[in-house]
């Protein structure tokens, strides 16, 4: 069953997007929904990389709630300092060196610090050591680095073991 239904989850929900976009329950658009949310999961099975496993489930929902109350916590500072004096501003690319190995990790890392507000991800070297971060005021880079390996890839590392 597996091998001609992959993913019945997204299959399903493939046909009910595409029936609530034609806005319609004709038996054509029937048919055409249903080919189309068997279809095209069974092409791209072969892309999907494999399932990921979180090791740690707990500290996995610490990490979550220690990103969350640190975008909001960034968000006040950058506002902060928006609007404060345009010259206290320190703007700098810094390389992160790597520990963690597992791409799902580097992915998920790579996110955390593009999803608080202040720093992105840039870049990632071609042999996954180093990642390269823009943050929006850096008074110390080490102290920067120390900080995102302490906060978020020690614990990403836990969790993807």
């Known amino acids: 069953m597996r091998r001609w239904l992959p993913q019945p989850l ?11 976009l034609n806005n319609t329950l004709a038996p ?3 048919l055409l ?3 189309l ?14 399932p990921v496993r979180l090791r740690r489930p ?3 929902a ?7 109350g640190d975008i909001v916590l960034a968000n006040l500072e950058v506002a902060r300092r928006i609007l404060g004096p345009e010259d206290a501003l320190t ?9 963690i190995e597992h791409p799902w990790g580097i992915a998920t890392l790579a996110g955390i610090i593009t999803l608080t507000p202040g720093t992105v991800s840039s870049d990632l070297s071609a042999d996954r050591r ?3 971060v823009h943050a929006l005021n850096v008074d110390d880079p080490d102290a920067l680095v120390a900080g995102i390996k302490a906060r978020y890839e020690r614990p990403l590392m836990e969790v993807f073991a």
Do not use: M
């Not at 997204?10 to 609530?20: E, G, I, R």
């Not at 949310?37 to 494999?50: E, S, V, Y």
């Not at 610490?62 to 969350?68: P, Q, S, T, Y």
């Open 10 to 20: 997204l299959s399903t929900t493939l046909l009910v997007v595409w029936l609530l």
């Open 28 to 30: 054509a658009h029937l």
């Open 33 to 35: 929904g249903a080919l």
């Open 37 to 50: 949310a068997w279809l095209l999961p069974l092409l791209a099975a072969p892309f999907r990389p494999a």
């Open 58 to 60: 707990l500290l996995a």
């Open 62 to 68: 610490r990490l979550l709630a220690r990103v969350l």
């Open 91 to 99: 703007p700098r690319f810094v390389w992160v060196p790597l520990d």
């Open 130 to 132: 180093y990642l390269l």
